[in-house]
């Protein structure tokens, strides 16, 4: 490389938004980030409509912008310095993908059933708690979104909004996922409440029981708001906070409105894998658990009645493992051996991605920032964007794969680049 080349080089490194984030802040990735878009971020306006997005991208810029600082924090962090919210990303573009030639791909089907039910695609609204605080409309847009696109909505129990509200919305019954709290009557009428709504499938989450992760991004964001929160929050908390002092910082939650307990925390450091147990014993809905990273939890959760798992490391928020979810796909595909559906999480932002994490075994995936992101720029409109991107794009990428149908995506679609360490 001569010295003029390796000069441009370096100044093509150092106007990158990811070195930036590094230098500025000292992590190793401060926002979300994608190689092309970083390309192209400084040579484009902001969407002014869903329909001018290219990528899922475009609408992050356009939520930054809309968001109060600690909201959009509150979004955009990982655990520590956001390493493992980078390495999600990482782990992606060290899977690359293999072309089968001179398929039939006229029609390209995406038509799945999982746990009992059919749907029109792999892609999943993954569960996040207090949507309000990225659109006034919070959880119901979203549900509105995935009633039109069809797509299977999971609903958090600290969502703003009511599962009741929500299935509504949708105009059908969502899936519902649980954070176990520290009172089993608590947690037994949020399922039994559930169940009533017409929720099929429990997601039981497991990888914060004990603490949420580390999120100095947040912090950091929320230091730099100088609103007055007590505006949106004091009033409503405070009356919480009198009748049923749970959680106090989540402030007001409607999974947990009528219930006869009066306090409830939502860590659970106790939990252990009799939970499982209970919750199967608990409810006729198909128990998931979600949170999982290793191949021998995968097989004790199925030793333990689970009927499903979700690899997921929090998109980044759990814990500081140094290690991406979609690394942790094959050894939990090799211990589960087809006997109960994968869904993977974390890092989902392309069609592309979708593949690939298919092609590794999951069942199918779900996305959170993504459709965030789409909420928080434009409402309903920016999910169904989001999710009609993500669609097409997974589309063309079985084309080009000569994988006409999701049961032709397998290993021989995809290699692996070795990870040297």
């Given amino acids: 490389m001569t010295s003029i080349s390796r000069r441009n080089f370096l100044q093509l490194v150092g106007s990158s938004p990811l070195v930036a984030a590094t230098t500025s802040y000292g992590l190793s990735v401060a926002e979300d980030f994608d190689w092309a878009d970083s390309m192209t971020k400084e040579l484009t306006d902001l969407i002014v409509s869903p329909n001018e997005a290219l990528n899922i991208f475009d609408f992050s810029r356009v939520a930054k912008k809309n968001l109060p600082l600690a909201h959009y924090g509150h979004m955009a962090s990982g655990s520590d310095g956001g390493y493992i919210l980078a390495e999600n990303r990482r782990a992606f573009e060290r899977v690359f993908l293999r072309a089968k030639r001179l398929i039939d791909v006229s029609r390209i089907e995406t038509k799945l059933e999982l746990f009992g039910q059919s749907l029109d695609s792999p892609i999943l609204l993954a569960p996040a708690g207090g949507q309000k605080m990225f659109h006034p409309d919070g959880e119901l847009a979203v549900a509105r979104a995935a009633g039109v696109m069809n797509h299977m909505q999971v609903l958090s129990n600290v969502t703003s909004t009511s599962i009741e509200k929500v299935s509504e919305a949708r105009g059908s019954p969502v899936w519902f996922q649980l954070y176990p709290t520290s009172s089993w009557s608590v947690a037994k009428q949020m399922l039994q409440r559930a169940e009533t709504s017409g929720s099929t499938v429990v997601m039981l989450t497991v990888d914060v029981n004990a603490s949420v992760g580390n999120r100095e991004l947040a912090r950091r964001y929320a230091a730099k708001d100088t609103r007055d929160c007590s505006v949106c929050h004091s009033h409503s908390l405070a009356h ?138 434009f409402g309903q409109p920016g999910v169904e964007r989001v999710l009609e991107l993500l669609r097409a794009e997974l589309s063309l990428t079985m084309s080009q794969m000569g994988t006409p149908k999701l049961e032709n995506i397998g290993l021989d679609s995809i290699g692996r680049r070795r990870i040297d360490y």
Avoid: Q
Avoid at 362 to 377: C, D, E, K, S
């Fill in 240 to 377: 919480w906070v009198e009748r049923r002092p749970m959680y106090a910082d989540a402030g007001v939650r409607e999974s947990f409105n009528d219930l006869d307990e009066f306090y409830s925390a939502l860590s659970t450091p106790s939990m252990t894998w009799d939970y499982i147990d209970r919750l199967k014993d608990a409810t006729s809905m198909k128990v998931v658990v979600k949170g999982v990273v290793r191949g021998d939890d995968a097989e004790r959760c199925i030793e333990h009645g689970a009927d499903g798992v979700v690899v997921s490391n929090h998109g980044g928020n759990a814990e500081a493992s140094g290690w991406a979810a979609l690394d942790s796909l094959p050894a939990v595909v090799e211990a589960v051996d087809g006997r109960i559906p994968i869904i993977f999480d974390s890092g989902i932002r392309r069609g592309t991605d979708v593949f690939k994490a298919l092609a590794m075994g999951a069942n199918a995936v779900m996305i959170g920032r993504a459709y965030l992101w789409g909420l928080a720029a």
